[in-house]
């Protein structure tokens, strides 16, 4: 059974759409990968199981189911209760993620204590015990400090801490590498594979980075233009892709055994083709 279900999610603005009928599934314990380019929708699916759409932007149709409830269903405090009680968010930028003014530890505890009613020295040990989790030395400094005198690294495992602190079901990382270099990009997604296997969390995983997909995923969903355009298991889908544009994803893909390689752009006739596909679902839509 499914703990994510995502059943013909549209939104927009106004008459413009965003999300075009997205359908997807995330068990407990899966990793899930939403792939595509910049502007896919990718985030947009974040967004919107969390809550967190932008003022413009609506939910025009469809149903997200969170543990079988329908969070679409729900007025607006019971929603933020359910969506605080079993999921959490990876942001992308550590730096804008956390608050410049306020310390390290109440960041990590507010949500243990505002959101789920625990007492404050019961939030700080749980704190303290997930930033020994994530690899941070001197955790009770760190607790004391502000964001920054924090490395990069650093300010990112402390906001993979605060998404494990209340033990969530399902944990959404959008992109959570993005501002970090190669070196402890590979340290930071080796440890939310780590937590998410301990944990046993459903993890939906933003990313248009093929080759973390084949490392960290069971699941993929490939949009282009708020649009599915495949889905299904990871290794079915680098064994044999259906649809030309995950092939061209692929084949665009930098291969690291031969790095003076030339990059190979998505065809013009095949964005044309999966444009086209959804010029002709808005026709329909209408």
């Not at 906001?159 to 969530?168: D, K, N, Q, R, Y």
Request: with cysteine; proline share 7%; glycine share 8%.
């Amino acid at each position: 059974m499914s703990f994510l279900t995502i059943n013909n999610l549209r939104a927009g603005i106004g008459t413009v759409p965003i999300l075009r009928d997205v359908s997807l599934s995330v068990a407990p314990g899966e990793v899930h990968a939403l792939v595509g380019e910049s502007g896919a929708g990718k985030s947009m699916i974040g967004k919107a199981v969390l809550g967190t759409l932008p003022g413009a932007v609506s939910v025009t149709g469809g149903s997200i189911l969170l543990d079988g409830e329908d969070l679409q269903s729900l007025p607006p405090k019971a929603r933020r209760r359910a969506i605080g009680a079993k999921a959490a968010l990876i942001p992308q930028d550590p730096l804008t993620a956390l608050n410049p003014a306020r310390r390290v530890g109440r960041q990590i505890t507010r949500r243990l204590v505002d959101i789920l009613g625990w007492r404050k020295p019961q939030a700080q040990a749980r704190a303290l015990e997930l930033l020994d989790e994530v690899h941070i030395p001197d955790p009770e400094r760190v607790m004391r400090a502000y964001p920054h005198e924090l490395s990069g690294g650093m300010r990112q495992r402390v906001l993979i801490a605060s998404a494990f602190a209340a033990e969530p079901r399902l944990i959404i990382a959008d992109e959570p590498t993005t501002a970090l270099d190669v070196t402890v990009q590979k340290q930071i997604l080796r440890l939310i594979r780590d937590m998410q296997a301990r944990h046993g969390t459903a993890l939906l995983f933003v990313t248009h980075d093929l080759g973390v997909v084949a490392k960290l995923c069971q699941s993929l969903t490939v949009l282009f233009g708020g649009k599915v355009v495949e889905e299904g298991r990871v290794d079915a889908f680098f064994a044999n892709p259906t649809h030309a544009y995950s092939r061209a994803l692929l084949a665009a893909t930098p291969k690291y055994t031969d790095p003076d390689g030339s990059l190979t752009p998505v065809p013009a006739e095949i964005i044309d083709q999966v444009q086209a596909e959804i010029a002709a679902y808005d026709r329909g839509a209408l």
